[in-house]
């Protein structure tokens, strides 16, 4: 009987998700005179030294014993180490999210112990997969076309890696859930870390704050944007955080500060009391220990690797060259003075449900971000799960892919490139035969309708240029090429901002005019996109090869046959 009991109680714990440590070290610690946060971190029952340990404010180092002892005003209510190279926090049972943190329960007078425990794993080489704007919130099937669509796509996509024993991590850039429904449809950011656990989700999970992952039930006041956080560290700890992996330094932080303002006519779900806006900024708290914790990397050459939601670096008019830095104007000249003496600074962020990457050295003006590449990734969602419910391909807001991006890493060599959900790696672009898209925006009743309601949409019934087609390259980066042949000739390729057809037939149509949503200023927003090339051909049925290279001089490759039929799940 006693081995039954003692088997269930184990089966309880290994299917019980945990996200925060509740390891209990039996190495001795002793907290000092005036701390009131102590404990020890260890491997295999013996300690480990220099491990960074932080409040949020203040960061401390282990002692040779393995201990740690920090003076805090517990304001954000847990404790966390920086996970040092060489290393893995622990994970229980199914459960994803690595036990690096634990909750503060006790008063700021009292002191109270929190162990941490690690394992040793070689991660010099390894994989992590960057992945943002997931959206779940039990509706339009999101929950089950996450697990059994973008996750077995994963699964199948870092084998390559796993099977060679190269460790693969994950690093969300945040809006895993979506606060306006959270109390709609009882499912929020909670609910999330345990959808991650059921659904097999197959590496460890860095989670990063985003806007909807914020309680909008909060009341509007001077610590709206901690208070409405409260949900998000219940589940996920430290709303900004460091680890180490490898020879890389990767940085959590949360750059949305959360007003949830009172506004008349505000969209609002049960219990959400104001309209859910934001600034797109660090608080001067993550400023600070930001810069205390870059202090702990000695060697500059070590890569540093920010995660964020809303993104930082961004090309003005969306096309290479001069570069905006989205942080208010006192924070721009700190935040680049931070990072400028290291050689390699990826910036790694989500929010537009878009892939765009920027090379800060494309900004002569502005030395101090040169060093700098700001990866946009376009959401696992697409369109927050809407073109799947209307039965078309899952793709965001300029026809980009729903999937992540891959990032792998050797020492201190970085490649990436993107993953779509649906494709394997090798397909990179899409083509679209404008004579196609052209007669069908002629002949479709539901695109007549919708141009009547949305006059300043493009309208492509009335593109000029006969036997041309339009080639979306989704990741496309200044360093890429693109070449495409007719007959063995080589064709003009330019460059122009556009709108994506599939997309307004996949989303714009549906949302609009079956959901009776003839809203005419959302419905008239068009997200031209610049990673579109236009040639012209000599004939409408000659068959084209095309070529698109990429950073690291990989080839994608399609042989494009016309006529090609366009319609709303088009290849």
Not at 297 to 306: E, G, H, L, Q, R
Request: aromatic share 10%.
């Amino acid at each position: 009987m006693k081995k039954v009991l003692n088997l269930i109680i184990a089966l309880a714990i290994t299917t019980t998700a945990v996200a925060q440590s509740t390891f209990v070290s039996t190495l001795k610690a002793k907290a000092k005179k005036g701390a009131n946060i102590y404990g020890v971190v260890e491997c295999d029952g013996k300690p480990v030294v220099g491990v960074a340990v932080s409040d949020g404010y203040n960061i401390v180092k282990t002692d040779k014993k393995g201990v740690y002892n920090l003076v805090s005003e517990k304001r954000n209510g847990n404790v966390f180490i920086t996970i040092p190279s060489g290393y893995e926090a622990l994970t229980a049972g199914c459960d994803v999210v690595p036990q690096f943190w634990a909750e503060l329960t006790a008063d700021k007078d009292t002191a109270e112990r929190h162990d941490f425990a690690l394992k040793a794993v070689d991660n010099s080489r390894h994989v992590i997969v960057a992945v943002t704007d997931i959206h779940l919130a039990n509706r339009l099937n999101d929950v089950n076309l996450f697990t059994n669509s973008f996750i077995p796509s994963l699964k199948k996509e870092i084998e390559q890696y796993r099977s060679k024993g190269i460790p693969v991590y994950t690093i969300s850039m945040g809006d895993s859930s979506f606060d306006i429904y959270w109390y709609d449809y009882l499912y929020d950011i909670g609910d999330f870390r345990k959808t991650l656990s059921t659904a097999g989700y197959p590496t460890q999970f860095f989670n990063t704050m985003g806007n909807h992952d914020n309680d909008g039930a909060t009341i509007c006041d001077a610590n709206t944007d901690f208070n409405a956080s409260a949900k998000y560290r219940k589940a996920f700890g430290p709303t900004y955080y460091s680890v180490n992996i490898g020879q890389c330094h990767y940085v959590m932080l949360d750059n949305v500060v959360y007003h949830n303002e009172p506004k008349s006519g505000a969209k609002k779900g049960k219990n959400i009391i104001g309209a859910r806006n934001y600034t797109a900024a660090l608080s001067t708290e993550q400023m600070e220990w930001l810069k205390k914790d870059l202090e702990t990397v000695a060697d500059k050459s070590t890569p540093i690797i920010i995660s964020v939601h809303s993104p930082i670096l961004r090309y003005k008019n969306y096309m290479d060259g001069e570069i905006d830095i989205r942080l208010p104007e006192g924070q721009q000249q700190e935040f680049s003075s931070l990072l400028k003496d290291f050689k390699t600074v990826h910036i790694l962020s989500g929010h537009t449900h878009r892939n765009r990457c920027c090379h800060g050295y494309r900004d002569t003006s502005k030395p101090d971000i040169a060093n700098i590449i700001e990866h946009t990734v376009s959401a696992v969602s697409g369109t927050r799960w809407h073109t799947s419910a209307f039965g078309g391909p899952q793709i965001s807001v300029t026809g980009d892919p729903s999937g992540c991006k891959i990032f792998t890493i050797d020492d201190k060599n970085i490649e990436w490139y993107s993953k779509a959900t649906e494709f394997e790696r090798d397909v990179q672009f899409r083509c679209f035969d404008m004579n196609a898209v052209r007669d069908y925006y002629k002949n479709n009743n539901e695109v007549r309708v919708f141009l009547n309601h949305y006059p300043k949409r493009t309208n492509y019934g009335e593109y000029k240029k006969d036997n041309a087609v339009m080639i979306h390259v989704w990741d496309w980066a200044v360093d890429w090429k693109i070449k495409v042949t007719e007959n063995g000739k080589e064709l003009e390729v330019k460059r122009k901002k556009a709108e994506n057809p599939q997309y307004v037939v996949s989303y714009d149509i549906p949302k609009r005019l079956w959901m009776f949503d003839l809203d005419s200023n959302s419905g008239n927003k068009s997200h031209k996109h610049p990673h579109m090339f236009h040639v012209v051909t000599s004939a409408p049925d000659s068959t084209l090869e095309i070529t698109v290279t990429d950073s690291f001089g990989k080839e994608y490759h399609q042989t494009m046959v016309r006529p090609k039929p366009f319609s709303v799940n088009i290849e």
